[in-house]
């Protein structure tokens, strides 16, 4: 079993920039890829950014390309999510997900393991 703890969300203005954490409770975290995902009231969980287990591949929306970057630090069992200007429309709660080896890492249920999910709210 592994446990993902979100932190890093908030309150930030249009054009703002916020970094999110997720830390993993696994000893073999660098097996695991790891993916961010969000979810605004109403809507579906959608797909924002993931990074293959080997850290060498990463993936976005096409809606954060170019605004987004997505990290991981093996040593501190922790992948990042950097989100530069940022719109009203990036507003959603933000969850990682962790899934070992292969899988389809743009899909929710390409993943086994979610976090309770941070926050994020971009005021105009």
């Known amino acids: 079993q592994v446990q993902l703890v979100e932190s890093g969300g908030g309150l930030v203005q249009a054009g703002g920039s916020l970094r999110l954490s997720c830390a993993a409770s696994t000893r073999a975290f660098g097996n695991y890829a790891l993916g961010w995902f969000r979810q605004a009231p109403g809507k579906e969980r959608e797909f924002v950014a993931a990074?293959?287990?080997?850290?060498?591949?990463?993936y976005y929306a096409d809606s954060v390309k170019g605004r987004f970057t997505i990290s991981r630090d093996d040593a501190k069992n922790t992948v990042y999510l950097q989100m530069n200007s940022l719109k009203p429309e990036d507003t959603a709660v933000y969850h990682c997900?962790?899934?070992?080896?292969?899988?389809?890492?743009?899909?929710?249920?390409?993943?086994?393991?979610w976090g309770q999910g941070t926050q994020v709210t971009v005021s105009s």
């Open positions: 990074i293959h287990w080997s850290g060498t591949t990463t």
């Open positions: 997900a962790a899934v070992r080896g292969y899988s389809n890492y743009t899909v929710a249920n390409g993943y086994d393991y």
